[in-house]
C-alpha cells in the first residue's frame, strides 16, 4: 500500500517568506507527527495529532511554526517569517492507533533551505 | 540534555561478519525502543522495536538486546549485507504518556565487501 508522502521534496525559500509543508499519512492511521533532522543531529519532535484530541506542540521551537490536520488525515506544517536556522529536513511519519502505535513511519521528508 | 546517546557516529564491519550498534538511554521510563535505518535523501525506515519489558527481540537478521539495569540497547545484525550500509538511529517513546520519539544522533554503518 501506499506510504507516507510529503511534498514539496525540496523548497528553497528567501530569509523572511512564509513556508507550507505538506503531509499525506498513511491511509487509516490516526496518528500524525512532525519531526526535523538538521545536519548532522538526530530527528527532533515538533508535533503530534491523534484523532480529535488536542495536539502535542510542545516539541515547536517558536511561535513562527504551526501546524494543521484537517478531516483526520492530510497536515500542513507552516513557517512564517523563515530564518536560516530553520534549513532542516522536515519529515512526517504516521501511526496505527491499533496493534502496534509506537511504530512510526516515515515519509521521505521536504528539505528546506533558507536563503 | 540528550535522553538517547548514540556515542559512535561510525563503524565499519566487513561483509558477512556481525554488526553491532550500540544506544544509551538516561530515562528509565521510556516504554518501548526502536530502531530506524536510514540511506541518503529518504526517510528514516522502521527495523524493529523492543518492548521495555523485553530483554530480546529478534526479526530475520535483526536483533536488539535491551539492558535495563545499564539502560543500553544494541543492534545486532548477522550477517552483514552490503545494502545494510547506511545510517542507523535508536529511538526511545513513552515519557509520561507521549508519543513521540527520542533519537539518538545516528551511527553511520558502512559494510565493506
Known amino acids: 500500500g501506499a506510504g507516507v508522502s510529503q511534498s514539496p521534496s525540496n523548497k528553497v525559500t528567501e530569509k523572511g517568506k512564509d513556508v507550507e509543508l505538506r503531509c499525506d499519512p498513511i491511509?487509516?492511521?490516526?496518528?500524525l507527527y512532525w519531526y526535523r533532522q538538521s545536519l548532522g543531529q538526530g530527528l527532533e519532535f515538533l508535533i503530534y495529532f491523534q484523532g480529535n484530541s488536542a495536539p502535542d506542540k510542545s516539541g515547536l521551537p517558536s511561535d513562527r511554526f504551526s501546524a494543521e490536520r484537517t478531516g483526520g488525515s492530510v497536515s500542513t506544517l507552516t513557517i512564517q517569517r523563515t530564518q536560516q536556522e530553520d534549513s532542516a529536513v522536515y519529515l512526517c511519519?504516521?501511526?496505527?492507533?491499533?496493534?502496534?502505535?509506537?511504530?512510526?513511519?516515515f515519509g521521505p521528508g521536504t528539505r528546506l533551505t533558507v536563503t | 540534555d540528550q535522553q538517547v546517546k548514540q556515542n559512535s557516529p561510525s563503524l565499519s564491519v566487513q561483509e558477512g561478519r556481525i554488526s553491532i550498534l550500540n544506544c544509551d538511554y538516561t530515562?528509565?521510563?521510556?516504554?518501548?525502543f526502536l530502531w530506524y535505518k536510514k540511506y541518503p535523501a529518504e526517510g528514516p525506515t522502521f527495523l524493529i522495536s523492543?518492548?521495555?519489558?523485553?530483554d530480546k527481540n529478534e526479526d530475520g537478521r535483526f536483533t536488539v538486546f535491551l539492558n535495563k539495569s545499564a539502560k543500553h540497547l544494541s543492534l545486532h545484525i548477522v550477517p552483514s549485507q552490503p545494502g545494510d550500509s547506511a545510517v542507523y538511529f535508536c529511538a526511545a517513546r513513552g515519557v509520561q504518556g507521549a508519543q513521540k520519539l527520542v533519537f539518538g544522533q545516528g551511527t553511520r554503518l558502512t559494510i565493506n565487501p
Open positions: 523492543i518492548s521495555s519489558i523485553k
Open positions: 511519519a504516521s501511526s496505527s492507533i491499533a496493534g502496534r502505535p509506537h511504530e512510526q513511519y
Open positions: 491511509s487509516g492511521h490516526t496518528a
Open positions: 530515562n528509565s521510563m521510556f516504554d518501548y
